[in-house]
């Protein structure tokens, strides 16, 4: 007999500034990592990425069961270099999408908006989380460059939409969100001092 599908009690939709499998990084190690863990806990993980430029067609995270959505996306830059269009491209820089908030309203069942960027297709994903209800969560990870590092911990101290950062060890030093009330540990880091630091992000004294 043929197994049942399998029922989840959550949605997320995961806002991917980039993703190619053939180039694949520690940034998409982390996130293959994440939506395994989602899956334990029952939340399914769909994933939102831009088309920009032929795709892998070996896919780690397609292949586990995993969503995965491809939108038309632009670089909306006139007279630039193919050189500074490709740079921008590589690392999913501020792109421009028509096709994308349509997609993203119709998605059905949508709990949280989880987004991996900023910029325009943030923005994006901001407007579906609002128009939903639905707590919009950004990221910070090692991959994440200094000033857009800057621009997530701005819009979580003072953006009412974005309830939840998710980071990694790079958000652990050198980052203050007192703002939080609740920090939640994921994987404990066998060195006592680190988990400290991690503390101190939002217990600050002096």
Same mark, same amino acid.
């Given at each position: ?7 989840? #009690? ?39 990425? =831009?088309?920009?430029?032929? *795709? ?19 670089? =909306? *830059? ?18 421009? #999408? ?21 910029? /325009? ?28 590092? /800057? ?6 101290? #003072? ?29 404990? =880091?066998?060195? =006592?001092? /680190? ?12």
């Amino acid at each position: 007999f043929p197994c049942p599908p399998r029922i989840f #009690s959550m949605r997320t939709i995961h806002l991917l500034r980039n993703y190619d499998p053939a180039q694949w990084g520690g940034t998409e190690t982390a996130i293959q990592r994440l939506f395994a863990g989602l899956r334990e806990h029952e939340v399914e993980s769909v994933v939102y990425a =831009p088309s920009i430029r032929p *795709i892998a067609k070996k896919d780690p995270i397609a292949e586990a069961g995993h969503r995965i959505e491809r939108f038309k996306a632009f670089v =909306p *830059i006139a007279g630039i270099s193919s050189q500074r269009k490709r740079q921008i491209v590589s690392v999913g820089g501020n792109l421009m #999408s028509l096709d994308l908030l349509p997609r993203l309203l119709r998605e059905k069942d949508a709990s949280v908006v989880h987004t991996h960027a900023l910029g /325009r297709i943030g923005g994006m994903g901001r407007m579906a989380a609002r128009f939903r209800g639905a707590p919009l969560v950004v990221t910070i990870h090692g991959g994440t460059h200094r000033d857009e590092r /800057r621009r997530v911990q701005a819009l979580f101290r #003072s953006d009412p939409d974005v309830r939840v950062l998710v980071a990694t060890d790079a958000a652990g030093e050198g980052v203050n969100l007192q703002n939080a009330n609740l920090m939640v540990n994921y994987d404990l =880091p066998w060195n =006592p001092n /680190r988990l400290e630091q991690r503390f101190g992000r939002i217990h600050r004294i002096g």
